[in-house]
């Protein structure tokens, strides 16, 4: 068997699959990458202040660019499909509007400030300026007009007031930026010589927009290559030029719109940050364009709303209305997987973060392995992979964790060692047995009811093998043993192995026969493990030769249908369940697809791991309904019944309680009645159907246990026998003590790595337990 270990490449892959940190397409289709969606958050819960601090993080002059942004994000806003799109540009607005007094601009401080000189002081040379001095450098902007921004000041005078521009330009000069306006630079070696302040200053930022086309200045300068227009030719994704200390602020093109020239100035200022600091001017850069984004939002999950309208349109949302507006951003994030699983939910993690930490988990060779529970606590249900746009399956990269911390010896065997013993038990002597229809040497078709049906309601599964013994031609065995999944879940590949091989050499004995199943996780076992033995469900066996004739009616009863998650794509299986539910008269209500239905919680053993994670799973599902549920699956059942859902087994239906009680009332049998029914139905089965001289079994120590006693030990896990293994233990002369308070017996056992402890009086009656507990330490004594 080749040894599990968890591989990188594979873990890369599976975390592409994740689009939940993809950029959603109002921040893409933004050339500054306004985080647009964190925005909205923030105004949506009233936080302005920090929204306008998320703004201005990327926009130097948001004042402006508040007022005349030509709005790309809004064109790409996944809201307009339902409603309109979400009004940003006149959110930002009122960010600024009331709370631009609460940005503080610090540059960072450094021991050996450059000069840098930038020609032309429009949005593309302040926006270079701004960067640059934030960056602790020394800022000189020259610009030939008599006032910055000249070009912004006659295209948008009716929109942009004059202090709007006086309080930007007074946030540049406090942050040390020099503005000379009426200031030209003209060629030549003159003091405004564009060659001599390339000279005198460590670089040059060329932001004179369409004016830079067969300006002269240009042509003093060796070796500068230039565009058929004049202008300098620029690389587009670095907007250097041919000489080294020369970049350009733009493309030097009218009508470029203001965020986008603010963007050229922000590409400039990053190579000449780059080149100061002696580094690659192109290494892990972009020229910023995208295409679509690609995370997944499901807009039709969301309802149309319109856009709100401000009261005032002329002074733009009040804070009431901002607030408004600002909730009906999605916000766009896909999460279909969270959603849908409570795993991810309760971890509050999404697949390819969790993916990251189940892997670094599984490579750590010294230290703590923190995320142990974590990898146990999956279902292995595939819920996460049918609801991901991209088919990502959490449960596969859970499940190779485990096989690869079982093979490293690191699985924790507190996570599994109960339902593996449980497993143990199914397949021993005690419970197993195959055999062939009575009267026959050779078996067509062999019933594997499973082993949790027979724990649950092994009356059930005698009346289902008895009709399908007198209905199908050609004999029909009896195979009670485990499928072994739980050994599959757990991780434990050499075990698994072991079942496997076990349950071919029976199956063969019976002569190869086709599997009829009960259960349909032993379904899906087979098919994956041993497609050979040609497993088919019981539900589709019954829904062809129909209900035994004595089987019960339940006319007019309305259920709410479960399927197991086990039985998500089978469809055959699933269409059986209702003819043959609709056959007993049950009128079904369906629980929002069979295709996308969800773990009881017992799925991956997580119920043993995971209690906290398993009990949300249940309780989720439970509470899809009010109506009592139908299930086939009788672990599905029993959860449910243990979290007080009420809910019936199709089989419940068809042979309901002689003593005419309501099926859906039918309690947790609980691990201990389980193994006790598996035990009594192989005594009764042998005896009864095959003639085999069989005894009831009898327990060792007849023990009295309250109901809360007993359940206090269904939740610690704890069994009947090993508490009685314990008290006979220590009435035989082993540990115990006397509590001089109560006047109880205190008993101590350990079975395998748990240490069981005991409270116990001997009444005339017997043996009353009051209370009983576990932990894994091993008590030694001491003389």
Known sequence: MRRMVMDGERVRAWEARCVEEQPPACVLSCPLRVDARSMMEKMAQGAFAEALAIYARVVPFPAILSRICDRPCETSCRRGEAGGAVQIRALEQACVTGYYGTLRRTPQKSRKPRRIAVIGAGLAGLTAAFDLAMKGNAVEVF???????????????????PSVVVTELDMLARIGVALHCDTRITGGDSPLGLSRLIDTHDAVVLATGAAAAGWAGLGDLPGLDLAPDGAPAIDPLTHATSHPKLFSGGTHAAGTSAIVSMRDGRRAAVSIDRLLQGASLTANRTDGSSGPSCLYTNVAAHAPVAPVVPSDPGQGYDTTEAIREAARCFPCRCQECVRACAFLAHYKTYPKRTVREIYNNDCIVMGTRKSNRMVNSCTLCGLCATVCPNDLPVGEVCLEARQSMVEKGRMPASHHEFALRDMAYSRSGLVAFHRHQPGHDSSAAVFFPGCQLVASAPEHVARVYRHLAGTLPGGVGLMIECCGAPAHWAGRRDLHAEVLAGLRTHWEALGRPRIITACSTCLGMFQDFAPEM???????????????????????????????????????????????????????QELGGADHTTCCGYGGLVSFANPEVANKIVDQRAGASEADYLVYCAMCRDNFARRGKRAVHLLDLAFPPADGTDPAGRPDPGFSRRRDNRARFRTTMLRDVWGETMSDPVPDLPLTIADDVRADMERRLILVEDVAETIAHAERGGRKLRDPASGRLVATHRIGNVTIWVEYAVAPAGIVVHRAYSHRMVVEAKP
């Open 143 to 161: 610009e030939a007009a008599a006032e910055p921004l000249p070009r912004l000041r006659q295209e948008h005078g009716a929109t942009l007031p």
């Open 534 to 588: 040609a497993p088919e469900p019981v539900w589709t066996v019954l829904a062809r030769i129909g209900w035994p004739a004595d089987a019960a009616q339940a006319p007019g009863r309305h259920l709410a249908i479960h399927d197991p998650c086990t039985a998500r794509s089978a469809a055959g299986m699933q269409q059986a369940v209702r003819d043959l539910a609709a056959g007993l008269g049950v009128v079904l």
